[in-house]
């Protein structure tokens, strides 16, 4: 039997159809034409996208009530988005890392960067940890852990069903075990030379951010006989890999106990335990008090999460970046550096560069740009899309 045609959403006359020929994947539902027919269809449909003159655009998967009504899986309006395409998509994203690194341990898909909206999966060894942040992938998710099964040889399989953006397709918290059974403790990742702990049943996202590498390599290569401070450190992020590069000590911060006591973990397994140190609280706070203490260091690294997750969420987030690289700066012993990161795709790379000279002007040091960082090539970034591409790192030398 010949399947029934998918449903069509047309763009309004009036919307700009080139952006979507010249590559965004996202139409916007307040560019479509939402009669009774396109808002009968459901959420994670698939559906043919078209202009305003009936030309065909691509195939996607519709969420016509949400701010993205639709989000375009293929430029081929013929083109079935079945098993073997899924496979395809897989596969792609297999061979590229396979490709780019010794040890499967990597973010193996990374949504629209990999053509796969709002799929995230990260492998740790022979464990993959899956987050389905959409309808379209719930509604395929045997298909999906089979395929990914296949692909990887994978023997366990964990769902992290905890992210914010299900809330938007309205998806349940959801954390389980798929295939195989849960690791009975951390598992030990390799990279740059250190070795971090993470927990993927337990931890924040899928346990540990990979996105960071290059930039943790590139403080490494200033880390030598350091002296090394790491705010918002999560399991040791920067702290480690100073250390695995021979950094003279290391104090890790972050709020989350059960983060640092991995860290500590890590530490000790790479040797490192005499010149690692933690601290738990509140990142300003330590800060602060450091500097009243009248601490030094000659490398400091701060990596927030994200404080502009949302361009409603803008300001405030730049004035809490200009507010970090204030206080991070007084903590900069005289020729030190200073690394201050973002993830916030609301903040764009010229909005968060100046709000860290800001903090650091009101500091009362005149700073120098040695590095502009971004995440490894295991997240690749859609040219079009820039919230693919929404990690940014700033090294400055402070005479």
Known sequence: MTAPPLPVLRLKPKADARRIRHGHPWAWADDLVLDRRSRAVPTGALAVLEDADRQALGIGVASVGARIGLRILDRDPAAVIDTE???????????????????????????????LPGLIVDQFGDVLVIQPNAVWLED??????ALLHEVTGCRTLIKNGTARARALE??????????????EAPIAVPMNGAIYLADVMGGQKTGLFYDQRPNHAFAASLAGGARVLDVFAHVGGFGLAALAAGAASALAVDASQPALDLAKRGAQAMGCAARFDTRQGDAFAAMEALDQDGTRFDLV???????????PALDKGLRAYERAARLATALVADGGVLILCSCSHAADLGKFRSACLRGIGRAGREPRLLHTGFA?????????????????SLAFRLP
């Open 170 to 183: 309205d998806l349940p918290d959801d954390h389980a075990v798929l295939v195989g059974t849960a690791p």
């Open 376 to 392: 490894g090539p295991d997240h690749p970034v859609h040219p079009s899309l820039s919230e693919t591409g929404y990690l940014k």
């Open 140 to 145: 395929r998710l045997s298909d999906l852990v």
């Open 85 to 115: 395409w899924l496979r395809a998509r897989i596969a792609r994203a297999a061979s590229l890392r396979a490709t780019l690194y010794d040890t499967p341990f990597y973010r193996l898909i990374h949504a629209e960067g990999d053509g």
């Open 301 to 311: 690294v701060v990596d927030p999460p994200a404080f502009a997750p949302s361009k």
